[in-house]
């Protein structure tokens, strides 16, 4: 996500390459102090539930199944509750407490999955629940590289980038099972997700790459995909960008998402919710990219 990580815990996840430097330690101590800003209550299929304080040093965010995180973004730095944070611990780290950062760095944290086709990010943008990870499993099952699963920063500069994440997708048993990644152990997670974690020879840098097209997932009955008026493509993906109850700093992340659709292409991806309709769904995409 843009940023070179400093710490003494061994983290998992991991590319090679610079970045802005990110202090990660741990914390321990009384749960923190101060005023509630967001909370995320358990939804149908996904139990996940926390919330986010605004303190005097910045953030603390909890997670129901990882604990605590204090997020100072101008720092920046995250502390993680725990001596050694679990995997599960360390991929909530690159949710919540690294957006904080990469907003306040100037750029957005997208909700999308994403993979490098022919050296050009492309995103699988959608809500939880919706096939993002299934997605990027999938085309990088086919050979392409994973850039991310779940949340990607991405800039409004010209050209517009997107910076590569953990080098992890988490799938579903009955999913991991259908799709087989090179290069990836699958790790079972306490949620009963599969973490497929590939292997540091097969990651590549996080150096960030050229934004070629944002896919918006959506259902249907075959597989279609057609460009998005610019309009239409900032307000849908507004509404998939992290964003705080701030609004400056709404108006910044709106802004900086126009500044990315007035160069990137954005697509309606319209297809069946199954992995039988998968190699069809790559297909289209290839196509439509490499035309």
């Not at 430097?21 to 923190?32: E, K, Q």
């Not at 303190?55 to 997670?63: I, K, L, R, V």
């Not at 944290?109 to 050009?120: D, M, R, T």
């Not at 507004?238 to 697509?267: K, W």
Request: net charge neutral.
């Amino acid at each position: 996500m843009g940023f070179s990580i400093r710490s003494p815990h061994h983290l998992r996840t991991l590319r090679t390459g610079g970045g802005f430097p990110l202090a990660v330690d741990a914390w321990s101590g009384a749960a923190p102090d101060g005023e509630e800003v967001v909370r995320w209550r358990p939804r149908p299929g996904n139990p996940f539930h926390g919330r986010l304080l605004k303190t005097e040093s910045g953030y603390a965010f909890w997670a129901s199944d990882a604990g605590w995180y204090i997020v100072n973004p101008t720092a920046p730095s995250i502390a993680v509750e725990g001596r050694e944070p679990s995997l599960l611990a360390e991929l909530r780290m690159f949710g919540v407490p690294a957006s904080l950062c990469a907003t306040e760095a100037g750029d957005i944290a997208l909700h999308a999955s994403g993979v490098e086709i022919g050296g050009k990010a492309v995103l699988f943008a959608a809500p939880s629940m919706y096939g993002k990870t299934t997605t990027a499993a999938a085309f990088t099952a086919r050979g392409h590289r994973l850039l991310a699963e779940d949340t990607i920063r991405c800039t409004g500069t010209s050209p517009a980038l997107a910076y590569p994440g953990p080098s992890v997708a988490r799938l579903r048993a009955d999913v991991a099972s259908s799709i087989s990644i090179p290069h990836a152990v699958g790790l079972p997670m306490p949620n009963g997700r599969v973490c497929m974690v590939l292997d540091r020879d097969h990651r590549g840098d996080g150096v960030p790459v050229p934004l070629r097209a944002i896919c918006l997932l959506r259902s249907g009955e075959d597989v279609s995909i057609r460009q998005v008026p610019r309009q239409t493509a900032a307000r849908d993906l507004y509404a998939l960008s992290f964003l705080m109850p701030i609004p400056d700093q709404r108006a910044a992340v709106f802004s900086r998402i126009v500044d990315i659709v007035s160069q990137v292409e954005v697509l309606d991806l319209h297809r069946p919710l199954r992995l039988d309709a998968m190699g069809d769904v790559m297909d289209a995409v290839e196509g439509h990219i490499s035309r």
